[in-house]
């Protein structure tokens, strides 16, 4: 299993694990002004991975 953690934009970040070429992301940020705070947790998130990360 690899560890990751991207910086995203507007001071967004998500962390996640790889696992059999598969990404489990959690997404905790802030959207600008707007206050919004996003989460997004679990299986439910779990996509496939660019194969150079594979």
Not at 19 to 29: D, F, L, R
């Amino acid at each position: 299993m690899i560890g990751f953690s991207i910086n995203g934009v507007s001071g967004s970040n998500l962390f996640g694990t790889v696992s059999n070429g598969k990404a489990n992301v959690t997404v905790a940020g802030s959207l600008g002004n707007g206050g919004a705070n996003m989460i997004a947790v679990g299986e439910s998130q779990e996509t496939d991975i660019p194969q150079a990360l594979k």
